[in-house]
T-cell receptor, first 112, second 114 residues
Framework: DAMVIQNPRYQVTQFGKPVTLSCSQTLNHNVMYWYQQKSSQAPKLLFHYYDKDFNNEADTPDNFQSRRPNTSFCFLDIRSPGLGDAAMYLC???????????FGPGTRLTVL | AQSVTQLDSQVPVFEEAPVELRCNYSSSVSVYLFWYVQYPNQGLQLLLKYLSGSTLVKGINGFEAEFNKSQTSFHLRKPSVHISDTAEYFCAVSDNSGYSTLTFGKGTMLLVSP
């Protein structure tokens, strides 16, 4: 089945220690998104790629970076995680921007 | 820019009762509308979508929603809920330009009890 895969499902890191979350898709969609979701809140868009074009939300902290080496993979790098970065990180894809999005299962990040 | 308002943060309901989750949106252009469901510690799953055409949209798990342009609403309904419907429900909107992203509402927690 075509899908969006996120690894790992659970990630524990230490305060200030860089961490990378990964996302892959078999849907061959043009757009890939990264969201941060804190408890009982809506997903907050961090950035998205339309093919290779990177789009950063204005309020996304510089601490968050992303890479999309090819159509199938996208990575979220958190350079120096703080306690406030503990959250669920969701990856999503869509065929075109603004169209329905397909979500992965998420990675739960804990910062100690 | 678009915005979405989900008026109820929590909706408690008994099993087999009908339910309506409310969603209102604001936009100066034509929109696409979506309802997503999220179970604990999982990603979001699309329930249904309105792109164009019939204003009554049927989705998975027995849910349906009606697009009302004059009232700028897209309320989600189910005639008889199950315990397994307990989850967070998000309404989302985008414009149909092909360049916008989804704007989510704050979510409504549906709590189904026996």
């Amino acid at each position: 089945d075509a899908m969006v895969i996120q690894n790992p499902r659970y990630q524990v890191t230490q305060f200030g220690k860089p961490v990378t979350l990964s996302c892959s898709q078999t849907l061959n969609h043009n757009v890939m998104y990264w969201y941060q979701q804190k408890s009982s809140q809506a997903p907050k868009l961090l950035f998205h790629y339309y093919d290779k074009d990177f789009n950063n939300e204005a309020d996304t902290p510089d601490n968050f970076q992303s890479r999309r080496p090819n159509t199938s993979f996208c990575f979220l790098d958190i350079r120096s995680p703080g306690l406030g970065d503990a959250a669920m990180y969701l990856c999503a894809t869509s065929r075109v921007s603004g169209y329905e999005q397909f979500f992965g299962p998420g990675t739960r990040l804990t910062v100690l | 820019a678009q915005s979405v308002t989900q008026l109820d943060s929590q909706v408690p309901v008994f099993e087999e009762a009908p339910v309506e989750l409310r969603c209102n949106y604001s936009s100066s252009v034509s929109v696409y509308l979506f309802w997503y469901v999220q179970y604990p510690n999982q990603g979001l799953q699309l329930l249904l979508k309105y792109l164009s055409g019939s204003t009554l949209v049927k989705g998975i798990n027995g849910f349906e929603a009606e697009f009302n342009k004059s009232q700028t609403s897209f309320h989600l309904r189910k005639p008889s809920v199950h315990i397994s419907d307990t989850a967070e429900y998000f309404c989302a909107v985008s414009d149909n330009s092909g360049y916008s992203t989804l704007t989510f509402g704050k979510g409504t927690m549906l709590l189904v009890s026996p």
